[in-house]
């Protein structure tokens, strides 16, 4: 444990008296070493990787991590600190966090350990590695469906068959096409599974040659990846860089929609998109240049004048007089009565983030019937639906009143029943067209997602309906219209209807 | 009436030395209350509803309108001033505009007038209010389409069926697809009406619990809504908040793209997205940072050193003498000779902002035949044309030599003819299946708008022509190659052709 | 030659104490004369310029051009040169850069010089002249395949034919469509050659009206534009303005993102999309308000802590110690082992910019067989490719481990691979359908692309293909899944197939 001393803090002096270019330098620096306290282990992490990796060093001197003690972390109001620290934290608490403080925890729960210049090391640091900390963000997270998002997407069958169709290789044998069974995971990782995380698995060690010289490393598969369910080499799953990437682990990029556009952007789930058509999004992209996007506490009408992602689904968000309007959390979903994307109809959310345990009737793992009728006892009901929205409308009173919230929410009510009926029409003609033989379904064994007319009804409901649902969600009616919206699904139906006629014809 | 008295200011000056956080808000406050004078009516408002809806209040505050007296605001110079001011205004001219200026006004007027906290108030703030003391825009925009969207779409028979075919549910019943004839006025107001505008109507009175008690309140139909050309409870057309949104009636926000995106950036009308690749989208992206939003009045080359949507369509500019380049006008269409969107063929633009006057020769209200003649007794003559486009080009010679700007224009005449020819082919091959009874149309009195293939027609205007012209007009030529443009255009008549065929195979 | 005199110095100051507004408009005077060293020939330009084109000239204004001389550019230190200068330079070199030191360049050799007010002046400036400061970056742009954009798109004929299939106008006669043989030139400039260049003619001259009385101008065709590959008067191929644009020529424009994003935006390079979605752009568009996009020399982790496009593409990087990371390149390929768009099947990079001079085996000017094996002979070898990618992969070690690195890289050839057999299946599908009549091709001296199943082929590899590759390349995961990749390849596949069928069956 060091603090600077006084010769550096003059050079930097120095080097601010003759360039100018360096005043952007010294800050840093002068905030980053001066009058703070580097662990002895992290000191000599950095005696290296300030050359071998500069832009990751100088990007956690940028951060909060590398200013603050755990000791004066704890010291903060409640409502002026960026996220919880766990009070029973047992670690050093008088030194900043390092890259020694991450890297160098839990490793007897690691697999990525390894050996590194005497010291043994982490390569992924994960959430129960920040728990240690961050316990609460931690097992709220957990709570969360994204946490499962790995085992949710490759451990259900029937979505692993919707993302073998998209994935498979598909071969033309001069008569027909038809899929390979094997994908390569590496293909998966660089798809589906970029959002949804990969399995990140030590498959054994490499010599490489280095500045320093030869060194033994892990060789990882699955690497990298940043996806939100990804499966760590300790066992746990999520990954916290996924908001708070790389090492500044900055609030301003959490609140900022950019963050959240890296996997709710598509026509799947086109969160992003609607929101930059919406008035919120109006407002953000014009006034963001004046909003103060670190403040903590974030106060409505000071720090911003119209919601982000974070504000509605997750942050801590007071008044004038410093009452909290909302509480932060990592669960996602406290605020959110309806699931209305990535599934064939909208429908209550699931009671558990594991949605794989779910059973339909059909003995499907859906949480509706493929007619629409929710699987309720996997469900949440509507009293927790009703506890969800008033949470949710809280945001909203912020700055509307009440018959605006109202007229707001009718709508969106009926949009998810409108939607879910167009859904219901077209896979009533998908059912025609598996009876008849036009496509092969369930009862020849075959994927409901493997043919031109199946992948044009999966459109139908996972981007048409999904778009116009968030368009109705987020008031970014575009989407809900001609950008992937009405028109669309309504265009889809027709086609489907005479696709259908199509292939009969040729049978 | 009443002026902050020295104890708040210094209250706020203690602040300004204890918390580093509050440098923000002071500010905020000093410049909201310190030397202003609020009218007592609005004090009251401000003394609950600081508490009640925060955001908006600190919105307010941010505003010109809690700055600036009608007083000081008419002694400002003509170039000076953000937006005209009515010199017969009556009302009092000594305090800022607040709640109760805007809110308590034309009250007899307004069927969504309420009697709370011993007040009467209006819930929707309409043009018609505005022009209390912005008459001049409120006349110009009068004669904007935009005032007329609602009107011009849901009371135009064929674009009423164009809706309709988007919005309507589709059932099938085991054989073919069918429209229902009723649709949810609500999902029309959640799809095209969100921009267009809806009827916001009273329909009775509710109470409501409330921080303050029960209270009673008016419920409203078709709230909320932005839309451009919506009726308003007094019979007013518009809402001057699409594009000056919530309290702060920022010119920073009306001057930005993405205001204008809210309703112009989907494949119908990708002014948005084709700005966003044409060079001057390029610079403004760059350089935004460095430029003034705020200034009045706004300095080409010295505020911006390129357009945005509002420099060439609605601000007044100034050259470095002070010198007016163009005129301010929220008529939005006075620099532009014709109209490339919304509509089968592009044409000169119609004399009147109501449309559902016009009608063609077939009897219906277009602005051209179906085969793309105009009707030109309706539309703007050729001389009206060239003042339009010399209007619009002292814009570009602001930055551009003559060449330019010629080389340019001719490019653009003759974009109109490529796209319109190319709808006239696709118009061609509708006739003949419309003949052919492939599809039903006007002579089975069927829409024109709901099947496949027409649908298909459609997006060969609807998008892709329009495209192509936005692309052209704004010189992002993306758009109008491969991104809904030309390359769109040129595979869907191709399909066309061969649906057909499809089509008359089985019939 | 003229120093500013102190009586406008003292009107500036006088003008300071008198306006609020006009403290913006200082600076830029002060910066821009005060000190400064202006020709007498520029000066002259100004004088008029200054009110006919004054945006321009507030532009340049400020410009380093306007003011750095020559003389002080050579006293830099190479690190801190924003670009090169040449020591061979012959011209002035103690007046800044202004009107007359560009546009009264190299004069002889321009075909659009005319008389001017007494001058010899080009209205074309191109990389020929620039390459009389800059010869270093121009000399390297002629080895970059964009300087010959016009050319390898115009002047091959294979790509030539695509491009008329998309610009050509078709008509229907009723019971076929067909397509026009001539394409109005205007047609082409205003599509493909936007981005690609067009050939910059003079035809003539006029007369015009101006300001100073009547004046004669050259006439030019294929004007305006700024395509990367344009053939300027003086012959010369290139135009800096497409990335340095206008009169700032600002460095921060050419390393922000939205220059590239003018053409690489499409579906057809969805690089600024990708880029967008990816965590390197969600850092940048969080952050970016903070960095420092004018510095130089540019450092990473002080000056930005994510890459933007010219980061890994182009520009000198320098670490904390002010040493190279990476060297500044206007060749743009030299860290691109491969050529993933544009063309049907990835493959490596041709050697030669010009690449209508390649012949594959059946005599195509295509870098591969259309069943996908490169020409190799006209094509980078292996060693070449692991030296681009050491060079590019060296930036990446600035915050990244060599396991990311490798795990990055894996992927990325196994999805080149897994794209390029994907667009083999469809390319099978297509030669049966060629075969067997359903669709013209070489056989009946037609174009592959002019059909629709040709189209939808073409879509499989310039859209969904190249699409899936760059999400890749640049970690943006949704362009190689649902929004334009693998979901829409996969469904392109199936379409294919079925569309064979029915073209087959109306036979």
Chains 1, 2, 3 share one sequence.
């Not at 009440?402 to 009718?410: A, C, K, P, R, V």
């Amino acid at each position: 444990m060091q603090k600077i001393n006084i010769k550096t803090a003059c050079l930097a002096f120095a080097t601010f008296a003759i360039s100018s270019t360096a005043i952007l330098l010294i800050p840093f620096q002068m905030e980053a070493y001066a009058e703070k306290q580097i662990s002895s282990k992290t000191e000599i992490c950095l005696s290296c990787h300030r050359k071998a990796t500069p832009g990751i060093v100088k990007d956690w001197q940028k951060s909060q991590h590398s200013k603050l003690t755990v000791e004066k972390a704890l010291e903060k109001k409640e409502l002026s600190k960026q996220v919880s620290i766990d009070k029973s934290y047992k670690g050093t608490t008088t030194a900043v966090i390092g890259c020694a403080e991450c890297h160098m925890l839990n490793t007897g729960q690691h697999k990525d350990s390894f050996k590194h210049n005497g010291f043994t090391i982490n390569i992924v640091v994960s959430p129960h590695d920040c728990a240690q900390c961050h316990s609460i963000e931690n097992s709220e997270y957990q709570k969360n469906i994204m946490s499962k998002a790995y085992h949710n997407l490759n451990s259900n069958p029937v979505f692993e068959s919707l993302m073998d169709s998209v994935n498979a290789h598909q071969s033309f044998d001069g008569r027909k096409v038809s899929y390979e069974d094997k994908i390569d995971p590496v293909i998966e990782e660089d798809s589906c599974n970029h959002c949804h995380g990969t399995i990140v698995k030590v498959v054994g060690m490499e010599d490489r040659m280095t500045s320093m010289g030869k060194m033994s490393f892990p060789v990882l598969e699955g690497w990298p990846n940043q996806g939100v369910g990804r499966i760590n080499p300790n066992g746990s799953e999520g990954s916290c860089t996924s908001c708070h990437p790389r090492h500044s682990f900055a609030i301003e990029i959490a609140r900022k929609p950019a963050t959240c556009s890296q996997c709710h952007k598509g026509p799947d789930v086109p969160a992003y998109k609607v929101y930059s058509v919406s008035k919120h999004g109006n407002i953000y992209n014009s006034m963001k240049k004046k909003w103060d996007f670190g403040a903590v506490p974030w106060t409505v009408g000071r720090d911003f004048t119209s919601p982000t992602c974070a504000v509605c689904h997750m942050s801590l968000i007071t008044d004038n007089d410093g009452k909290a309007i909302n509480q932060r959390s990592h669960q996602m979903n406290d605020r959110l009565p309806w699931r209305i994307f990535g599934v064939i109809y909208a429908h209550a959310h699931p009671k558990s983030p594991d949605t794989t345990i779910i059973k339909n009737k059909a003995g499907l793992p859906l949480p509706t019937e493929l007619t629409g009728e929710p699987v309720n006892e996997y469900l949440i009901d509507k009293k927790e639906q009703a506890e969800r929205w008033d949470n949710m409308s809280k945001i909203c009173s912020a700055c509307h009143g009440q018959s605006w919230i109202d007229g707001y929410h009718e709508r969106f009510l009926k949009v998810l029943e409108a939607t879910n009926d167009m859904t219901l029409t077209s896979t009533q003609i998908m059912i025609k067209a598996w009876e008849e033989g036009a496509v092969k379904g369930l009862e020849q064994e075959d994927s409901i997602f493997n043919e031109a007319m199946e992948k044009m009804w999966v459109q139908n409901w996972l981007f048409y309906a999904n778009s116009t649902r968030f368009a109705s969600a987020m008031s970014g009616a575009d989407y809900g219209v001609f950008a992937n919206g009405r028109w669309y699904q309504s265009l889809n139906i027709q086609k489907l209807s005479d696709y259908l006629d199509f292939k009969l014809e040729i049978k």
